[in-house]
């Protein structure tokens, strides 16, 4: 089951920005409402890898934001109100400074996490990588902390290589990011065991 539409109408980002309710993403102009509020390991997972990444970019070129932020990704050089995908992914990093403005992120980041939840599972999963990997994202990360396990997308010229999934342990080197890794040991430590959510 995917997320709830807004409406069936085409929407684009001139209209996206009159909503008063910013709890929209929009996929080639659908709108679909996102999940409620994150759970506290999704707000555990997200956090942590943000706060070590922050860490671990200061000084360098690149910059790491945390949701909620907008990811505007034209199809070509569009004017922003014609743009029909906005998304916001949970962490993301941009290296390149021409692609930030007051407005957030306009291409596509070099590297984005999303969380995994019940409700946006198969949404991140199946939407957001096809989208991701048609905007040139290089590397796309997808957490499911209640399993424990980390599933890794590389962009090979211009498609995601075959995934590589791995248990949450030690530490994790984020590829297109020198000398960037993620530490899991202590985040899961604060996650409910297995046997907590049953």
């Known amino acids: 089951m995917g ?4 409406d069936t109408a085409y929407h ?5 920005i009159q909503w008063l309710d910013n709890s929209y993403e929009l996929i080639d102009g659908e709108a679909y409402f996102m999940a409620p509020a994150p759970n506290l390991e999704h707000q555990e997972v997200a956090g942590e890898v943000y706060f070590q990444l922050r860490s671990s970019v200061a000084g360098k070129k690149c910059r790491t934001f945390i949701a909620p932020i907008d990811v505007r990704l034209p199809r070509q050089d569009e004017a922003d109100d014609q743009i029909n995908t906005v998304v916001q992914p949970d962490v993301l990093v941009v290296c390149d400074n ?10 596509a980041p070099d590297w984005v996490l999303e969380v995994l939840s019940p409700a946006t599972a198969g949404h991140d999963q199946i939407k ?9 994202v290089r590397e796309y990360w997808l957490v499911h902390p209640t399993d424990r396990v ?9 498609e995601f290589n075959k995934p590589r999934i791995i248990e949450l342990l030690g530490e994790t080197a984020i590829t297109v990011l020198d000398n960037v890794v993620i530490q899991w040991d202590d985040l899961l430590t604060r996650l409910p065991q297995a046997e907590d959510l049953y």
């Open 98 to 107: 021409n692609k930030l403005d007051r407005r957030g992120v306009r291409g």
């Open 12 to 16: 684009n980002y001139a209209d996206y």
């Open 3 to 6: 997320l709830a539409l807004k």
């Open 128 to 136: 957001k990588r096809d989208l991701y990997e048609r905007h040139g």
């Open 150 to 158: 980390l599933t890794i997308y590389l962009l090979q010229g211009k």
